[in-house]
């Protein structure tokens, strides 16, 4: 839709920015669906090389994922939003304390789906109202939308050497919504790769998960490995989660432009007390309905409780503690067979000499 005549496009932007940064987001930027045509055959190159894991979602719908003006061909403007949710406290002190678990920032209260999204509807509400006869859709993981590269492209920031994106003025602990919208906007020029020399993120990685700068191998990943991943771990790997059980924020905690991070508004994204550095004990004995009330609202729930009581058993076998010995054997008799492997392999790491 290009814009009526007496319309003001740069106007309406400005006063989009104005009313998106009222709705909690730090940044807006904006690009045409078509910004990135190199997107397709990224995406092929990664889905050839296996990079993705079991996320056989990620191979599906690439005419789509690749092509975002594909997904809906009426849209002439993609406006990515980012709100911040930059921690108060320094997100890895919980890797020093080995009993307990290492949950990622980002899931340590409120599901931040749902917060984003109704964030992004009321901004689409507003522009329509602005300029009736528009049309958008609001994006928040909710379809094959590569948010990153879009992001990119609208100025947000630019993919850093661990893939995630990044900012002068954001740091890397925001999250992204996109507005498809069939408004013929003024976009923003793309973000300019800074990282230089430093490859902090790629030196922390536990697992190596970065085969090259910029480069991701999903199936190394702890954030991969704990939360899509099903079914066993490999031996391998294992040791090296340490006491992540929900994702892992080393890569973006090192990041030396998190000096310019954006405060958090939301007070949802505050940890949880109860989650900030939960004690191992406590999290391997839940059963489906005890998980289901501790993360009740919680991004965490959506992988189930045997998943994630079998991410808690390898950072039970990886803590040393002795004290734990018992808990794991508590599980040896469970009824997921994943679980009852993790048990096994927590007891006999717990028995090894050291």
């Not at 050839?48 to 979602?57: I, K, L, P, S, Y």
């Not at 991070?261 to 939301?266: I, S």
Request: charged share 25%; with cysteine; proline share 6%.
């Amino acid at each position: 839709m290009t814009l009526t005549e007496g319309t003001d496009g740069a106007a309406l932007k400005s006063a989009l920015i104005a009313q998106a940064r009222t709705e909690g987001f730090a940044k807006t930027g904006i690009c045409r669906p078509d910004a990135v045509p190199e997107l397709a055959a990224r995406l092929a190159a990664f889905i050839a090389q296996d990079r993705h894991g079991q996320m056989g979602w990620m191979a599906e719908r690439t005419g789509w994922r690749g092509d975002p003006a594909a997904l809906w061909p009426q849209a002439r403007s993609v406006i990515m939003l980012a709100e911040p949710y930059t921690p108060a406290e320094d997100p890895l002190a919980v890797l020093d304390q080995p009993s307990c678990g290492a949950i990622s920032v980002y899931a340590r209260n409120r599901d931040y789906h749902d917060l984003v999204k109704k964030r992004l509807k009321r901004v689409g509400r507003w522009l329509i109202e602005q300029a009736p006869g528009a049309e958008i859709k609001v994006f928040v993981d909710t379809a094959p939308v590569m948010e990153k590269p879009l992001a990119a492209a609208a100025g947000l920031g630019w993919q850093g050497k661990h893939t995630n994106l990044l900012g002068r003025d954001l740091g890397n602990w925001f999250f992204l919504g996109a507005i498809f919208t069939t408004l013929d906007l003024p976009t923003d020029a793309p973000g300019v790769e800074s990282c230089g020399s430093c490859t902090a993120c790629l030196d922390v990685c536990p697992t190596g998960a970065f085969p090259a700068p910029f480069q991701l191998d999903a199936r190394r990943c702890v954030s991969y490995l704990t939360i899509e991943h099903a079914g066993p771990v490999d031996l391998e790997l294992r040791p090296r989660l340490g006491n992540r059980i929900y994702g892992c924020d080393d890569c973006l905690a090192v990041c030396p432009w998190n000096k310019f991070a954006v405060a958090a508004t939301e007070m949802r994204y505050a940890a949880r007390e109860d989650l900030t550095a939960p004690h191992l004990s406590l999290l391997c004995g839940l059963d489906d309905a005890a998980f289901r009330a501790m993360f009740s609202g919680s991004p965490i729930k959506r992988i189930g409780r045997n998943r994630f009581v079998r991410n808690v058993l390898y950072a039970i076998g990886n803590s040393a503690d002795q004290g734990l010995v018992s808990t794991a054997r508590a599980r040896l008799e469970d009824d997921d067979p994943t679980v009852r492997d993790a048990a096994e392999w927590a007891v006999a790491r717990l028995r090894e000499p050291t």
